[in-house]
């Protein structure tokens, strides 16, 4: 898979921010929108740029074209997206995800990003609906297990995707660790809560799935996080991820870190020190906390 950065030209700008080339031209030349300029002269624009313009001049989100229009589909998901009606866009990212196209899941996320939606919204609103629905669909057996999987990862492809184009605040609140039990095998929801954090200011340490505990206390002594989040979707061995739970709630109370915990996994847990660990609902919760 390439991995290298999607540029878009000056009509693709133009056709995504609502205005003619000529606009485009004049905003670069005045140094309110970024761009790059290719050895030939020509203008290239990452996602990023317009991004930040949109955030700088608010009023012009109005107008822009959150989609690039090449399709009547384009025109269908625009309209949508400005309307904000995630019914629509869940069912759509759904089947999308579940057709492994992951630049059509991309396309709503950074639509939504681009007009002005917090992230814990398209998060809430958007994501967690459609995890959800895919999830339930393989539980009822309607998808096979490899069907789930290429939907779940074109859901967490795009999210790292989005990942670049959100705006991170130069200074730093604090340091918050987010990690997975050892036999956790989803941070997809971890991941989400590092991008909220992370735009809120916090410097992120993100460990991923199947966390060793052994190494969290190493973690504790070099990078000092004030906060833990801890993800779990569904938990295998009960008394041994109790046991891991226990021990990392107690390293944070050693090091005067809170913690913060999701997802169905804890179900089968027990927080044996609430006033140590709160329980989260929602990625709203996450952005408030």
Not at 126 to 131: C, E, H, Q, R
Request: overall charge negative.
């Amino acid at each position: 898979m390439s991995h290298e950065l999607q540029t878009l030209n000056s009509i693709e700008a133009a056709n995504i921010l609502g205005v003619n080339v000529s606009t485009i031209k004049r905003w670069t030349e005045e140094g309110k929108l970024e761009c790059i300029k290719t050895a030939g002269g020509h203008r290239k624009f990452l996602m990023s740029h317009l991004a930040a313009f949109l955030e700088q001049n608010k009023k012009k989100t109005s107008r822009a074209n959150l989609v690039p229009l090449e399709s009547e589909i384009d025109l269908l998901l625009n309209y949508h997206i400005m309307k904000g009606n995630f019914d629509y866009l869940v069912n759509f990212v759904r089947e999308q995800a579940l057709a492994g196209n992951r630049e059509r899941v991309q396309q709503v996320l950074n639509g939504l990003y681009l007009g002005q939606y917090p992230l814990h919204v398209i998060y809430d609103q958007l994501l967690t609906p459609a995890l959800h629905q895919i999830g339930d669909l393989w539980a009822e057996e309607k998808i096979s297990v490899i069907e789930e999987h290429f939907a779940s990862q074109a859901i967490r492809d795009s999210l790292i995707r989005l990942q670049g184009i959100i705006r991170i605040p130069t200074e730093k609140i604090g340091a918050a660790l987010c990690l997975n039990f050892s036999s956790e095998l989803h941070d997809i929801a971890l991941k989400m809560v590092d991008h909220v954090l992370e735009a809120r200011g916090f410097r992120v340490l993100f460990s991923g799935q199947i966390t060793p505990p052994l190494n969290i206390e190493q973690v504790f002594a070099a990078y000092h996080p004030e906060r833990v989040y801890i993800s779990s979707t569904r938990v295998e061995n009960p008394p041994a991820t109790q046991e891991e739970f226990d021990r990392i709630c107690q390293l944070s109370a050693e090091h005067h870190a809170r913690v913060f915990v999701g997802g169905n996994g804890f179900r089968a847990l027990e927080i044996k020190n609430p006033a140590l660990a709160t329980v989260l609902h929602s990625f709203e919760e996450v952005f408030l906390s």
